[in-house]
């Protein structure tokens, strides 16, 4: 293990907690691995968020998972007991229809997007007026088979200007294959991936993330997507002028060195903390790469603040 000239500052007691609660006015969370496993709340998740209520301080919700909408994100923290409105939550999904609306500005109404996704990418690009296909459309579920699959058999939709690609628990060769055959139309077809993270971690387990299946149809492609979630930063200035946020108070948590410290440090952001409650461990949080930036502060897991002020 190589020390690097700014250690990271593991908090283990009630000093640097505080000295960390202190230093900022805004915290900018990851969600999975951060706050939850999946279905599984972390330890002391609620209380925290509570204390930092308390104390005045803004908690913004900034996940890259896009299989749900920022609505149904809502839902999600209420199902747990913890209330949080929409305009908190910033996903890359949401990040995602934004980039196709301001950036590629396609025209609702006119212009049509492939989803190699779940619901999050379809709600929020609907909300915005544009008409998606693909996604979650159960016969995109059946075996694919080119003769038989309604997607081809009119010929492709000319209007689909775009494909967007993310998480998908339903990835299947159907899905992979007609995918495909939109962003063989390279001068008429974007190509957008909500995120690049290549796992996924739940309660006991890590599963392959959103890149890992973005990556398999830029393979097939041989076409690069635009990634739009963490660590795009149109994404952090969409969320830096929405909440007239000062940088330089803000940190931001997350489990994830290439995605969520990224963000943090290339957006500089006041401070990083990463959590080792998900994805990364000591030794990676520690180690000198040119891979990714180390965090400004380390922790177990994201409770352990409440705990040790408690
Ligand atoms: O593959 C994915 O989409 C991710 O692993 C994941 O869901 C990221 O979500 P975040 O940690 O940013 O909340
Ligand atoms: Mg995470």
Redesign the pocket.
Known sequence: MTATVMDPIKITNEELSEEFLNKYDTFLF?????LWLGTHLLPHTKEILSQLTEMGKQCVF??????KSRAAYTKKFAGFGITVTEDQIFT?GYASAVYVRDFLKLQPGKDKIWIFGESGISEELSLMGFESLGGTDPRLDTPFNASTSPFLANGLDENVKCVIA??DNKINYHRLAITLQYLQKKDTVHFVG??V?S???QKGFTFP???SMVESIAFSSGRRPSYC??PNMNMLNTIISAKKLDRSKCCMV???LN??MRFGVEGKLGGTLLVLS?IETEERALEASDEHPNPKYYIEKLGDIYEYTH
Do not use: Y
């Not at 990851?30 to 951060?34: A, L, N, P, R, T």
């Not at 900034?62 to 299989?67: A, F, H, I, K």
């Open positions: 990851d969600c999975d691995g951060v900034v996940t890259n998972n896009s299989t890359s993310g998480l909500t995120n993270d796992t996924f971690p993330g959103a890149g979630g963490k997350g489990d994830r995605t969520d998900g």
